[in-house]
């Protein structure tokens, strides 16, 4: 792996855990904005416990060295849940300042798991 190449890994995947990792928080405290924004989405309020949850034993996951099947797996579950965000959020004709999160997540996620080390894949 080049000096580039783990650079882009590196900033993107800290950058991306540090996005997870703060929604995962906000999900799991309930803030009051983030209810109002999963009722207005018609989502179950029960639903930011499970996003909350994942997010951060995926955070966990990408981080920590070794189980490459289980990044794959945290990586996966980022890009459903931050596409599903923004496919959400479309669907509404949200404002581009309401899809922009969940669309910069899901990029960061690409580009970390496009950009990650060998011993962090699956053969």
């Known amino acids: ?5 783990k650079i882009i890994y590196w900033v993107a995947t800290l950058w991306l855990a540090l996005g997870m990792t703060s929604t995962g928080v906000v999900q799991l405290i309930k803030m009051k904005e983030e209810v109002a924004k999963m009722m207005q989405l018609g989502y179950p309020t029960y639903f930011l416990t499970i996003l909350g949850v994942w997010k951060i034993l995926g955070v966990i996951a990408i981080l920590i ?8 797996w945290a990586y996966a579950g980022f890009f459903f849940a931050m596409s599903g ?21 899901l990029v960061l996620t ?6 990650r080390p060998a011993e962090r894949k699956t053969s």
């Open 85 to 105: 965000a923004a496919i959400s959020h479309l669907y509404f004709a949200h404002p581009a300042a309401e899809i922009f999160p969940s669309i910069l997540l």
């Open 65 to 72: 060295p070794k189980f490459p099947l289980i990044k794959e």
């Open 110 to 115: 690409i580009v970390s798991w496009y950009f």
């Open 1 to 5: 792996m080049t000096k580039r190449n």
